[in-house]
């Protein structure tokens, strides 16, 4: 158990709609990362938060938007949905005082997109 | 960003050690090479990751060629829990924590 907590597990949707993704850091970590994941197109940086603040940004479609809010937690929500954005969506987080470099990832919340 | 290549899937049996391999030929003088290793159905996990020096820790260790464009994960007794995909990854230290994640190695363990 890395620490990292996301919610939902398992989502099911359907095209042009929109979801939330939640993730919870491990308790006194300031960054979070979110991933993703699909078939083609392997591990995917998305976006980075720090203490609230847009960090670095990635691969993100302009459909996706984030935010890491006051007690760290952080949320993706994914609209306008496609076939596409179907993936395994990982948030991971990390401390500025731990290993440069190692990052705890959660489970990961599974979209499929109808 | 600096790229990694490693064979698409690797094969050993249990208990024997098990050498994976990363060429890095651009690598830069600010790159750190970390490895991560994804079990199935999980998110990745930090394995291990050094610069220029060899590195040992509790669950590999990692040797670096002499001109750093190559890398040997090194697994010393391959148990059937080290059945994962594993990620050779150059971090830039100037870029934060932020990783980059290639294809991987598949590593199947048999019994």
């Known amino acids: 158990d890395s620490g990292v907590t996301q919610t939902p597990k398992h989502l099911i949707t359907a095209t042009g709609q929109r979801v939330t993704l939640r993730c919870s850091p491990r308790?006194?970590?300031?960054?979070v990362y979110w991933y993703q994941q699909s078939l083609d197109q392997g591990l995917q940086f998305l976006i980075q938060y720090y203490n609230g603040e847009e960090r670095a940004k990635g691969n993100i479609l302009e459909r996706f938007s984030a935010q890491q809010f006051p007690d760290l937690h952080s949320e993706l929500n994914l609209s306008s949905l496609e076939l596409g954005d179907s993936a395994l969506y990982f948030c991971a987080s990390s401390v500025p005082s731990g290993i440069p470099g190692e990052l705890f990832f959660g489970e990961g919340s599974r979209l499929t997109v109808l | 960003d600096a790229k990694t290549t490693q064979p698409n899937s690797m094969e050993s049996n249990e208990e024997e050690p098990v050498h994976l391999p990363c060429n890095h030929s651009t690598i830069s003088g600010t790159d750190y090479i970390h490895w991560y290793r994804q079990l199935p159905s999980q998110g990745p996990e930090y394995v291990i990751h050094?610069?220029?020096s060899n590195v040992n820790n509790r669950m590999a260790s990692l040797a670096i060629a002499e001109d750093r464009k190559s890398s040997t994960l090194i697994l010393h007794r391959a148990t059937l829990r080290d059945a994962a995909v594993y990620y050779c990854?150059?971090?830039?230290?100037?870029?934060?924590?932020?990783?980059?994640f290639g294809g991987g190695t598949r590593l199947m363990v048999k019994p």
């Open positions: 308790s006194g970590d300031l960054s």
């Open positions: 050094g610069l220029t």
């Open positions: 990854i150059l971090r830039d230290n100037n870029a934060g924590n932020m990783l980059t």
